[in-house]
Nanobody, 124 residues
Framework: QVQLVESGGGLVQAGGSLRLSCAASGRTASSDSRGWFRQAPGKEGGLVAGISWGGGKTLYADSVKGRFTISKDNAKNTVYLQMNSLKPEDTAVYYC?????????????????WGQGTQVTVSS
């Protein structure tokens, strides 16, 4: 079992920044990659950013490239999502998830552990 706990969400004005954290515990060795997803009411959710735990490879959704940065701290078993130049359309619940393989990083059905989510609200 892997437990994921997100933190760092909140309310921010457009153009502002937030940093989300995802702390993992348990049998994390089975999870090669981590992803940040988001879901807003009435909108299609999806992968925002992903990172491979071993090699540090990253990928981003086109909508956040250049604004968001995913990173990790191996010693703390924590993944971060630095979000800059936030826009109202970034408003959503953000979820951290663990995937056993970098090769399936884009496949939501391949993620086997999920956090509880953290709300991000960007006001205009």
């Amino acid at each position: 079992q892997v437990q994921l706990v997100e933190s760092g969400g909140g309310l921010v004005q457009a153009g502002g920044s937030l940093r989300l954290s995802c702390a993992a515990s348990g049998r994390t060795a089975s999870s090669d990659s981590r992803g940040w997803f988001r879901q807003a009411p009435g909108k299609e959710g999806g992968l925002v950013a992903g990172i491979s735990w071993g090699g540090g490879k990253t990928l981003y959704a086109d909508s956040v490239k250049g604004r968001f940065t995913i990173s990790k701290d191996n010693a703390k078993n924590t993944v971060y999502l630095q979000m800059n130049s936030l826009k109202p359309e970034d408003t959503a619940v953000y979820y951290c998830a663990a995937n056993p393989s970098w090769g399936s990083i884009r496949r939501i059905d391949e993620y086997d552990y999920w956090g509880q989510g953290t709300q991000v609200t960007v006001s205009s």
